[in-house]
């Protein structure tokens, strides 16, 4: 894996190191306390090259040789809004970026109209660090450039912030919440010859070393609790099942907690009805959803959420043998619910009915948010730039419309209704798990997981087009992007964490 760079705290006025990176606003106007030497500089730079300090715009210029630095970074900050957390995102993204390979940076974290906040200065040196993100462990030396490990950003960046103790309590929690995201992508991007269910258990298991309650139930537990929505679909193929729980404990002993349920299918060939074999290598990602759940549990315990959380994931592969569920049968879920497994690629929803019902039943949450690559009908509704989002309870779906927006995370709301609920009665059984054809399908899915969620406050993220192979940006320039994490995580501190 490519080395993340070393993030420290600094006086505002200590010496610049390296690279000296100062923030322009509107004309290119810099701080006073940029100095007059470089102030004077990078005025007349600007007029030549038509720089205005437009937000995520760059200038690179020679340091004046009163200024000890090697070289200057002018990065843009001027928007028509005020910046957004994701906005210093981006600014710490391209400013690592731009210095690729400098042994180290300072950042001179103040601005003409005043100095830079603590938690923005945070969010910066986050978006350097998720930049630097590279899922490099399987390339070996012979195949980069030079026979050499490549930076792909700077060594050490040092921010110059006007209160040091703050910006530092502040990335504490920023750094929490980038790991849940690099964690959730490193998931994503393994291969599934890798990671099976049993793999992924482990490493969910390895989550115990940051404070979280791991429990781990294997196909036998499995059998004995009847999920055999979850079983039908893992019978297919020699690697076991499995359903991993997480609990973070951070909140009052008598507090309800909250939930997230994630789909895990760690590949997913479509069974019997078996996908093309064009861009079937992708399905590798199709544990997305509870890749995030897992990103989130670890940010929560990284932070030391007050919350009390929990995290339940089914692990699955959706595999072809001579034992595979065929389209035609019936399986009956935990619930008691009869379902015509008409189509084995809808294989996601028939692994949430199971972890949905028992998340419920078990940990009575206050709400249960689930996330799964569900559907290719949601990318065709929505492309790559919102999760679709499903809901029975308005409070909860507004609050993840404005966590989505605040995170930069974005989701959409769709409709249920039972006018929908239609399209999935079953002839044989209670249910059927596709809707009819082509119509709906984002939507009749949601439908179906609805039915397991017992009137329970409830959303359904179905994140498709944003969990893998969605568009890069300036913080991820990763295949999978670990969606989900930021957002959930931002949904719990602004609504339902203690103090």
């Known amino acids: 894996m490519a080395s993340l760079p070393s993030i420290e705290f600094v006086a505002k006025d200590a010496p610049a190191k390296g690279v000296l990176v100062v923030l322009a606003g509107k004309d290119a106007g810099l701080a006073a306390g940029a100095g007059d030497a470089v102030r004077s500089l990078v005025s007349r730079a600007a007029g030549i090259a038509k720089f205005k300090g437009k937000h995520l ?24 809004k005020p910046l957004t957390d ?23 974290c ?15 040196a986050a978006g350097a660090s998720l930049r630097a993100y590279d899922f490099d462990l399987y390339k070996t030396k012979s195949s980069r450039k ?42 994503v991007n393994e291969p599934a010859n890798v990671l099976g269910p049993v793999e992924f258990a482990d490493r969910i298991a390895a989550l115990s070393q940051q404070g979280i309650d791991v429990e781990i139930l294997g196909e036998a537990q499995l059998r004995e609790l009847k999920m055999g929505a979850l079983l039908g679909v893992a019978q297919g193929s020699p690697r076991p099942p499995r359903l991993a729980i997480m609990r973070w404990n951070g909140g009052p002993d008598d507090e309800a ?16 009805s078996i996908k093309p074999a064009g861009s079937m290598d992708e399905m590798k990602g199709d ?57 084995t690629d809808a294989e996601g929803r028939l692994v949430l009915a199971d972890a949905l019902w028992y998340c419920q039943d078990r940990f009575k949450p206050k709400f249960m948010v689930n996330l799964a690559t569900l559907t290719g009908a949601i990318i065709v509704a929505l492309g790559n730039q919102h999760a679709g989002l499903f809901s029975n309870n308005d409070e909860l779906s507004d609050r993840l419309l404005a966590a989505g927006i605040g995170a930069g995370e974005k989701v959409w709301r769709l409709p249920l209704a039972p006018e929908y609920d239609k399209m999935i009665e079953g002839k044989f059984a209670d249910i059927k798990n596709i809707g009819g054809g082509r119509a709906a399908g984002a939507i009749t899915a949601a439908q179906f997981l609805q039915r397991f969620v017992n009137d329970v406050p409830w959303a359904h993220l179905d994140v498709a087009g944003t969990a893998m192979g969605s568009p890069a940006n300036e913080y991820n320039q990763s295949w999978a992007s670990g969606f989900g994490v930021r ?3 931002r949904l719990v501190s602004d609504h339902y964490q203690a103090g």
Do not use: C
Not at 267 to 272: K, L, N, P, S, V
Not at 303 to 332: F, H, W, Y
């Open 57 to 80: 715009a760059t200038l690179d210029v020679l340091a004046p040789a009163d200024v000890d630095a090697d070289r200057l970074l002018v990065v843009g900050t001027h928007a028509d």
């Open 86 to 108: 994701e906005d210093w995102l981006k600014l710490g993204g391209i400013i690592a970026a731009k210095t690729k390979g400098a042994s180290e940076v300072t950042i001179h």
């Open 110 to 124: 103040e601005r003409a109209d005043g100095d830079v906040s603590a938690a923005e200065a945070a969010m910066l």
């Open 146 to 187: 030079n026979g050499e490990d490549e930076p792909k950003v700077a060594s050490k960046i040092a921010l110059a912030v006007a209160d040091v103790a703050a910006a530092m309590d502040a990335y504490a929690v920023q750094e929490a919440i980038a790991a849940g995201t690099m964690l959730a992508r490193d998931l």
């Open 257 to 272: 907690p909250i939930a997230f349920v994630g789909k895990g299918v760690v590949f997913d060939t479509g069974g019997i």
């Open 287 to 343: 544990m997305g959803g509870a890749a995030a759940v897992v990103g989130v549990m670890r940010a929560l315990a990284g932070r030391s959420a007050k919350v009390n959380a929990i995290g339940i994931v089914g692990l699955v592969e959706n595999s072809v043998d001579g034992n595979a569920q065929r389209p035609g049968d019936i399986v009956t879920a935990m619930s008691g619910t009869t379902i015509e497994v008409l189509n």
């Open 487 to 489: 957002l959930l995580d």
